[in-house]
């Protein structure tokens, strides 16, 4: 990419700095560089704070303190896979968690077991997704429930549509054809930012999902060199068509989305191309 050659020099920028006074009437949607997973942390102007899964490991700690998160008004597990939740029992454990939503299944792999463990024992309460909307001060987080047809585990992905005004975002996990298909049959609207279902995965794009959603800017979770060959050429080919922007977490390093309620937005990555961050204006 032409872009990516044009890159004179990489500035570290002061990514971890708590919201100020100057990022009023905005929300940051942080996805962190947590390798081949997914850890996404979604702060309103109000000091809110959610966390869409946990990544495979305990980084997501050094992550949230880098942040400056002491407490969590929501986290959601997205599905029980181990690249989303394998940070799970750090999180819960060493958090102020006020509610948590998973999908609802009884998963049998140990590191599932751990969560429901550290969830009782700090005394978290656990709820399995359902069609409900929770503020996050003046952002609102819809969940998507999965459709509970009992399939495979991606597809039973606990959804979350996120807005700020004008200011949209989509989140579907590990969705794959059978789940994108579900939710889109329900009428998703267009969105500003998305999460590239499935870390990009050729089953995680399906036809009309980008023509329905439209979003300006897409992230990719994803690990260096993983060995599932994520993300597919021709999902960034396809998600190209609409969107402005495309990061990727095992390129950029972690993408931080600043959303304003007017639609508008911009991004910082840990690896910052002078001039060439883009800004977006619906
Ligand atoms: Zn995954």
Redesign the pocket.
Known sequence: MLRRLLTLIVLVLGLGRPLGAQQADSIEVIFFDVGQ??AVLVRSFEGRAALIDAGRNSSILDYLREYHVDSLDLVITSHP?E??IGGMPTVLGMFAVAAYIDNGQRYRKGDWKLVEWVLGRMGVPRTAARAETFALGSTSLRILPPPGMGGDTNNESVGVLLEFGKFKALFTG?SQYEELQYFLSLGMPTVTLMKAA??GARNGLIPGWAEATKPEVVVVSVGRNNSYGHPDPWVLRYYGLFAKAIYRTDVDGTVRVIGHRDGTWRVETAAVELGAAPTGRR
Request: aromatic share 0%.
């Open positions: 997973g997914d896979h690249d989303h590990d499935h870390h």
